[in-house]
């Protein structure tokens, strides 16, 4: 029952999706992850977006990660099923899926490139290039990878802004109010990896079409 039940949700969240849609969500789920694995997390960049806003919050208010995650995603893909569809919502809650799953498997091997703290530069670049290619793919399928891709999506649909310029102004948002609490030089290497990352998302993307209805 359970394995027929997993198929049927399956069957729903792939609907309308080609082989070639499910590719590259599960190619873009790897990449980002990978980088955010084996770079984000070993040199401490910090993000802007959902995960820099829940960090800010965390510091300042003492309020658990694992609260304010789900709540900050679920207000950004609410807002998304209004400006975006049902589509978007069935395509992101498969690619987020896949994130995870990506996550847990390289939490399940020893760091694979070298640590770049000592080159905190060279890890800004190569963690945006990672994100940025990884993210990229998802969103030209049509979903996201999380609340910070449903914001930027909504807000260029809104406004009429290219998705970098959108992406690029909630990252900068949040990581100006992070210097409240971060150091200065931390802050520059966040700035150059999401500019980088904001950049590569939209150049993938604008070679295809995502359509949402």
């Known amino acids: 029952m359970p394995t027929r039940r997993l198929y049927a949700l399956a069957r729903k969240l792939t609907a309308g999706l080609t082989l070639r849609n499910c590719a590259g969500i599960l190619?873009?789920?790897?990449?980002?992850?990978?980088?955010i694995h084996n770079i984000h997390q070993q040199t401490g960049i910090t993000?802007?977006?959902?995960i820099g806003m829940m960090?800010?919050?965390?510091?300042?208010?003492?309020?658990?990660?694992?609260?304010?995650t789900p709540v900050l995603d679920i207000s950004c893909y609410l807002l998304a099923f209004r400006y975006l569809g049902k589509r978007f919502i069935r395509t992101s809650?498969?690619?987020?899926?896949?994130?995870?799953?990506?996550?847990?498997?390289?939490?399940?091997?020893?760091?694979?490139?070298?640590?770049l703290s000592a080159h905190p530069l060279l890890a800004a670049l190569l963690g945006g290039i990672f994100v940025g290619l990884g993210v990229g793919l998802?969103?030209?399928?049509?979903?996201?990878?999380?609340g910070d891709d449903a914001l930027a999506l909504v807000i260029a649909r809104i406004s009429g802004w290219r998705l970098s310029r959108a992406y690029m102004f909630t990252d900068f948002v949040v990581l100006g109010l992070s210097l409240t609490y971060l150091p200065v030089g931390r802050i520059v290497?966040?700035?150059?990896?999401?500019?980088?990352?904001?950049?590569?998302?939209?150049?993938?993307?604008?070679?295809?079409?995502?359509c949402t209805d």
Request: hydrophobic letters at 45%; aromatic letters at 10%; glycine letters at 12%.
């Open 27 to 35: 190619l873009g789920a790897a990449i980002c992850t990978f980088g």
């Open 47 to 50: 993000e802007g977006g959902v």
């Open 55 to 68: 960090l800010l919050l965390e510091h300042w208010l003492g309020v658990s990660p694992a609260l304010l």
């Open 93 to 115: 809650v498969l690619s987020t899926l896949c994130v995870s799953l990506f996550y847990k498997l390289w939490e399940c091997f020893p760091p694979m490139l070298p640590d």
């Open 138 to 146: 998802i969103v030209r399928q049509g979903g996201s990878s999380g």
């Open 189 to 210: 290497f966040s700035l150059i990896t999401v500019t980088v990352s904001s950049w590569l998302i939209d150049r993938v993307q604008q070679m295809g079409c995502c």
